[in-house]
């Protein structure tokens, strides 16, 4: 019910754009946005976009990161930019539903690596 796509390679001070499309099916949405999950470690609020427009990232990543949205074709972007080693995750895109339900995408790689 969620692709996501945009992952891959980049070098230090690179920059990539990860996209994240949910099913026109998909009713009551709340809230958009992108969780990481580096080896080893637990998975983390990225970045979060509410259908109303407000905006929530997490300290490691503010300047750094862009979420925006369009809420007509229920998708949401994370453009990414200064990149560094610490972002080297796998990138889930998650959908918060109003009746508190999460959905998950498959997740997509990005490394971060000279």
């Known amino acids: 019910q969620l692709q996501a796509s945009g992952g891959g390679l980049v070098q230090p001070g690179g920059s990539l754009r990860l996209s994240c499309a949910a099913s026109?099916?998909?009713?009551?949405?709340?809230?958009m946005g992108w969780y990481r999950q580096a080896p080893g470690k637990q998975r983390d609020l990225v970045a979060v976009?509410?259908?109303?427009?407000?905006?929530n990232y997490a300290d490691s990543v503010k300047g750094r990161f862009t979420i925006s949205g369009d809420n007509a074709k229920n998708t949401v972007y994370l453009q990414m930019n200064s990149l560094n080693p610490e972002d080297t995750a796998v990138y889930y895109c998650n959908v918060g539903l109003r009746n508190g339900y999460n959905l998950w995408g498959q997740g997509t790689l990005v490394t971060v690596s000279s």
């Open positions: 026109e099916r998909i009713f009551l949405i709340s809230t």
């Open positions: 976009l509410s259908r109303g427009g407000s905006t």
